[in-house]
């Protein structure tokens, strides 16, 4: 038990998929978990453990942008021993050829800052995910025959973004999509030896202003745990 995870020893598995929401954190493990149990509801962030073909995984949310998720993270790394961190969530997508309901693979995470600047200092660190759980994951998107893209996406520190320039900037270099977390897991994961990724469905359009309507979200999102669970026990 933690300052912000209330579960017992043990009761964390040592593989954790984390969805920004705690209620998408409900949602997808009465889905996709068999036996899921909440193991902790401190804050109202809830955390559940079950079990997917055989395997036993927690689904912890995280909150949104990265000094939130940098609290659980650190917390299930440092007192539950976790070795495999899935972020799961939404994005906004950057490129032309990246369409609402597609899946990215976040290779990389460039950002303006994180918690783990002051780390760094002047280094302009390049977090980037496991490769192995990268590779996993797109073979399980082709096979489930999901639109995947696989490349750098950028961690806003705001989610009402002001800067048009930046924008056009991530745009003109490849930046697939945005979203708020990424860049944190990915910098915890290789100050302690963990696996992550983040696997994100692109749920609006910052070029186009197409948004995923709230009917379609559930099944889109499905598809992104799937992705999740078969790479972290490919």
Same mark, same amino acid.
């Given at each position: 038990?933690?300052?912000?995870?209330?579960?017992?020893?043990?009761?964390?598995? &040592?593989? $954790?998929?984390? +969805?920004?929401?705690?209620?998408?954190?409900?949602?997808?493990?009465?889905?996709?978990?068999?036996?899921?149990?909440?193991?902790?509801?401190?804050?109202?962030?809830?955390?559940?453990?079950?079990?997917?073909?055989?395997?036993?995984?927690?689904?912890?949310?995280?909150?949104?942008?990265?000094?939130?998720?940098?609290?659980?993270?650190?917390?299930?790394?440092?007192?539950?021993? $976790?070795?495999? =961190?899935?972020?799961?969530?939404?994005?906004?997508?950057?490129? +032309?050829?990246?369409?609402?309901?597609?899946?990215? =693979?976040?290779?990389?995470?460039?950002?303006?800052?994180?918690?783990?600047?002051?780390?760094?200092?002047?280094?302009?660190?390049? +977090?980037?995910?496991?490769?192995?759980?990268?590779?996993?994951? %797109?073979?399980?998107?082709?096979?489930?025959?999901?639109?995947? %893209?696989?490349?750098?996406?950028?961690?806003?520190?705001?989610?009402?973004? &002001?800067?048009?320039?930046?924008?056009?900037?991530?745009?003109?270099?490849?930046?697939?999509?945005?979203?708020?977390?990424?860049?944190?897991?990915?910098? =915890?994961?290789?100050?302690?030896?963990?696996?992550? =990724?983040?696997?994100?469905?692109?749920?609006?359009?910052?070029?186009?202003?197409?948004?995923? +309507?709230?009917?379609?979200?559930?099944?889109?999102?499905?598809?992104?745990? %799937?992705?999740?669970?078969?790479?972290?026990?490919?």
């Amino acid at each position: 038990m933690t300052v912000h995870i209330g579960a017992k020893a043990g009761e964390i598995a &040592e593989t $954790v998929l984390m +969805p920004g929401d705690p209620l998408r954190a409900e949602w997808a493990a009465q889905t996709f978990l068999t036996d899921a149990v909440r193991v902790h509801k401190v804050r109202g962030m809830y955390g559940f453990t079950g079990t997917w073909k055989g395997h036993r995984v927690s689904i912890q949310g995280s909150g949104m942008g990265m000094p939130s998720l940098s609290i659980y993270a650190n917390e299930l790394i440092r007192d539950f021993g $976790v070795q495999t =961190l899935i972020r799961i969530g939404s994005c906004g997508g950057m490129q +032309p050829q990246v369409k609402v309901r597609d899946v990215i =693979l976040a290779m990389t995470a460039s950002t303006l800052s994180t918690p783990s600047r002051g780390i760094f200092k002047d280094l302009n660190f390049a +977090p980037c995910a496991d490769y192995g759980l990268l590779s996993a994951a %797109h073979a399980a998107a082709v096979a489930r025959k999901v639109p995947v %893209h696989v490349g750098g996406i950028y961690s806003s520190d705001v989610f009402y973004d &002001e800067r048009p320039d930046l924008n056009e900037q991530m745009t003109r270099h490849g930046i697939l999509g945005v979203e708020m977390e990424a860049a944190e897991l990915y910098n =915890l994961a290789a100050r302690h030896g963990r696996r992550a =990724l983040a696997v994100l469905t692109v749920s609006d359009h910052l070029q186009t202003g197409e948004a995923l +309507p709230a009917e379609d979200r559930e099944r889109s999102f499905g598809d992104m745990v %799937h992705i999740a669970l078969e790479a972290a026990f490919a």
